[in-house]
């Protein structure tokens, strides 16, 4: 399979009260065409960070992304973003909300139509077009905004912590809906998560970040057959993925609390 995306000795640093943070560092990484890849890391390890200098909205203080060999200096329609919050228009329909994505696009007003069709079957969502999102479950509302990120097919698929905010069933329903959706159209997926279960779960490949800063601790195959369906957090080969990764991470959490007080 040959490198969609690259990331060559990214990092990035911010100015916090006149003094630098560096929240990445020196992140070289190879993503092939659809492929579904995991970052994990402790809180505030710099996933988010690096998601962001994929997708165009943060610039990289050092290193080059690249897509199919180009630079990416911006955001752009070969990439779709889906975050933790909602972020859908309130006042649009879930129809309105997908089809908004295609607004700039060149396609006739009959093949938007079909488009928005096709992405509302897709996440289950038939039915509900003319539903607000006040109207919606959590879960239902990111499935819009999966549709939405979707419906112009992007190359790729940021996602971060998209199903952060809802109920451990609901999450568990969701997951094995990407899975579906990904697997039927297949776009290259990044996706940052705290959570390890949903990260082996979903991805072919586990990066997990060190912290402060940011780098490549380690990068985990996970060679469980597809398609996935939930029972397979059961299978042994997902509980020793899952054991390493966890390790990796408290090692890293470790790292950043502070040394407990000497006993008195
Ligand atoms: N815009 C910003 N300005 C200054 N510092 C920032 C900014 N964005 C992120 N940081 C810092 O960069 C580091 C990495 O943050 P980032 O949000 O990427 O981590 P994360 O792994 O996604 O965290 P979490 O898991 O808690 O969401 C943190 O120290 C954070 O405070």
Not at 87 to 109: M, P
Not at 182 to 198: A, C, I, N, P, Y
């Amino acid at each position: 399979m040959s490198a969609l995306l690259t990331l060559e000795n990214v990092g990035k640093t911010f100015t916090v009260d006149k003094k630098p943070v560096v929240a990445v560092e020196d992140v070289t990484l190879s993503i092939a065409e659809n492929e579904f890849v995991s970052i994990v890391g402790s809180s505030g390890c710099g996933k988010s960070t690096l998601l962001n200098i994929v997708g165009g909205l943060e610039e990289a203080s050092t290193g080059t992304v690249r897509i199919g060999g180009q630079p990416v200096t911006g955001p752009g329609r070969d990439r779709g973003f889906v975050f933790q919050g909602y972020s859908l228009f309130e006042w649009q329909t879930v129809a309105g909300n997908i089809r908004f994505a295609l607004e700039k696009s060149r396609l006739s007003r009959a093949e938007k139509d079909e488009r928005v069709a096709h992405f509302v079957n897709a996440v289950g969502l038939r039915g509900f077009e003319n539903a607000h999102p006040g109207q919606l479950s959590g879960g239902m509302r990111q499935r819009v905004a999966i549709a939405r990120a979707l419906v112009y097919r992007p190359q790729i698929l940021l996602m971060d912590e998209p199903f952060g905010a809802l109920d451990a069933q609901t999450r568990g329903m969701m997951q094995e809906l990407l899975l579906r959706v990904w697997e039927d159209h297949k776009v290259t997926v990044l996706f940052v998560t705290h959570d390890v279960d949903e990260a082996v779960f979903l991805a072919d490949r586990v990066v997990v970040l060190a912290s402060r800063p940011g780098r490549i601790k380690r990068e985990i195959r996970v060679p469980l057959a597809r398609p996935r369906d939930y029972d397979i957090v059961a299978d042994p080969d997902f509980a020793a993925i899952k054991r390493e990764i966890l390790a990796d991470i408290r090692e890293e959490t470790l790292k950043t609390m502070p040394a407990p007080l000497p006993a008195a």
